[in-house]
């Protein structure tokens, strides 16, 4: 990616990722196949203790950081190892030139590493006459083709065998046969004469053993030990970040690592290298070992009380396997040198603002990579502060400044809302969709009808229905959202109804307002903070058991982020811990706490499928509720396939990347589609504004409503 594109361009750069028919169904192929894998991998194993045990020794390690250092270089040095520390990418790489021309070596043999890549240390020795040549399989693939990896793992993915196949014919001179296996002959054939003729070697390293002064490579192939032993000189350049105390912790993140980053219980070859052995060295010769060890940023996340969890990283890739917009666009576009979630971080720290400004807004914030992240790293979070200190550096842009004055003034928020009803009026259908907008701001959004403002906000609704129980069971806040408040009031409507035949008296605090959210995806945490606020003050004085929301989104951000965005604010610290641990979401609430049961309905056997929004399946953790409560009221349920992959919608998403936002949607709906259903139930709002839209355009039969509205539709006492 160049450096200072507009984000048209980076917009347009994706579109042609989107158009590359390949490249999309290599990515969903693997994206299926790799969540089989996985859990199959990991099906003896306890996931969140492994990854828990790696996350503690991972901190750990970086408490004592320094005295780590100065244990693994003493170690090293006394094994005969030549220790050197590189504070950022130009001195790493003249560091490893020095060491070539003072050991009189032409011919270099390297094997994949992304601490290289991130040093572009390939383009720097060849730039200084040096031959190069990466010896792992994909790395030479796209060294050959002169472009950077697009997976940390599986560097030519985007590839396919016939792009290979002419790739090496060009190679060899001859036409080449597109057959896998013969292609690796020829590559093998290529490498052979490389290892042999090779005078210095360079690799990476997994891991630094601060006990014994070794270093760990991963491989799936046995390059890296040739190139640690058939040279005279050997090089390894490594981050500081890959430190570990004993070889226990390196096994540790070994087991982790293998099965996340490929699915495999384990890995074809760990190679752990200590000290200087004769290998390669011609007798009388004394083989040359050297580690650099790289800074480049690191120690600016060490000291920053955010942002050293990502130390935890143990370069597995998964989090751009399981994320719904590099399985569109690629590591090419989805990355700068390091790809997915982590690269969107390292790409601030490594290789700067400009490279990351772009790339973070295209998180889409669905938290599947924080949900399989081998270090537990809350990588959704960082990314959205990356994306605040860019905006409060360069300044907010004039839709997120507008979003956030708005924002910030519930009254003037609620005020446009209540006047954009009479507005929408010339544009809106009887079915109440807007029928055509100004294309000049909406002409990428065709893709799905876009739904009006409700004739009476629930507020108002409220105020006509608030029910009167004389003998509850519970009392529950109701927190609507601004969409469930101003455009589907029908659906906070039918929760009213359900909760008030199971005896649960109900509060709706009128100074309540969007969550949030949104202005946060946009960048702006001061605004986020005051509308955190407002929200928390709202609902501050009502003596409730619960705070039920119907939008999951809504929920997983009252109960995870509140507390981040308000954790200086202690004279609210134990009003804020008890408003957030009663947040609870409507499926939890309606089957954990209501604990309804088939009697309380009259079933219909209506075949109906359910989208699980983001933040219910993975910022809540909650899995099985919804089909349990569809199969509780009569419904005939069946999961759709990738039930738990995102929709698109994203909140702000959709109007920034639109054509992504379109592609997203249209996956989740062929998938619906197929199950015959003739209902679609979600959980959230934004889902039901996203599907139901696309659905109308596609003049589909399936209704699309949220998950209360079903069940109170077959709610036994509305039967005559």
Known sequence: MQEAKSLKTYRKECQESLDNEYLRSALDKFAVAYRVGRDKAFSEIDVEELVSEVADMKDETLKSLDQYLEQFARKAEEAGVVVHYAKDAEEANR???????????????????????????????????????????????????????????MP????????????????????????????????????????????MGITGANFGVAETGSI??????????LVTTLPKVHVALLGIDKLVPTIGDALSQVKVLTRNATAQPITSYVTWVTGANQCGASEGETKEVHYVLLDNGRREMVADPLFSQVFRCVRCGACANVCPVYRLVGGHKMGHVYIGAIGLILTYFFHGEENAKHLVQNCINCEACKDICAGGIDLP??????????????????????LSKIMRNR?????????AKWAQKPVKGEDGFMRHLPMMFFKEHDFKALPAIAEKPFRDIWLEIKPRVEKPKYRVGLFSGCVQDFVYPEQMVAAVELFQDHDVAMVFPMEQSCCGLP??????????????????????????????????????HLKHTYPVLLENNSKLAGQLSDFCEKVIDLSSFVHDVLKVTPEDFDGDGKKVTFHSPCHLCRGLGVHD??????????????????????????????????????????????????????????DCPGCIMQLRGGLKKRDSAMEVKHTIEALAERRKQQKK
């Open 381 to 402: 979070r960082l990314i959205k502060e990356i994306h605040a200190r860019i905006q409060d550096k360069d300044g907010q842009p004039i839709p997120s400044l507008l």
């Open 411 to 419: 009254k003037l928020f609620h005020t446009l809302l209540r006047t």
């Open 95 to 153: 560091i490893i030139n020095e060491i070539g021309t003072k050991a009189g070596c032409q011919k270099v043999v390297k094997t994949k590493s992304m601490t290289a890549e991130e040093t572009h240390l390939s383009h720097s020795m060849i730039d200084e006459g040096f031959e190069v040549t990466e010896t792992d399989l994909g790395e030479w693939i796209i060294q050959l083709r002169d472009e950077p990896p697009s997976h940390m793992v």
């Open 216 to 225: 760990g490579i991963v491989t799936n192939e046995g390059n890296a030990r």
């Open 625 to 682: 509720a919804p089909g349990n409560l569809m199969r509780t009221a009569g419904m005939e349920y069946t999961e759709a396939a990738e039930s738990e992959v995102c929709c698109g919608f994203g909140g702000t998403y959709s109007a920034k990347f639109p054509e992504l936002s379109a592609q997203l949607l249209n996956n989740k709906l062929d998938n619906v589609e197929d199950t015959g259903a003739d209902l679609l139930l979600t």
């Open 519 to 556: 202005v946060q995806m946009m960048g702006d945490k001061k605004v986020s903070r005051e509308v955190a606020l407002q929200n928390l003050k709202a609902f501050i004085g009502e003596e409730v058991d619960y705070i039920v929301t119907l939008c999951a989104s809504c929920a997983s």
């Open 156 to 199: 030519a993915i985007h590839l396919s065998r016939y792009h290979v196949r002419d790739l090496f014919s060009e190679v060899t001179g001859k036409q080449e046969d597109e057959e896998i296996e013969k292609l690796v002959k020829v590559a093998r054939h290529q490498m052979r004469r490389k290892f042999v003729e090779g005078e």
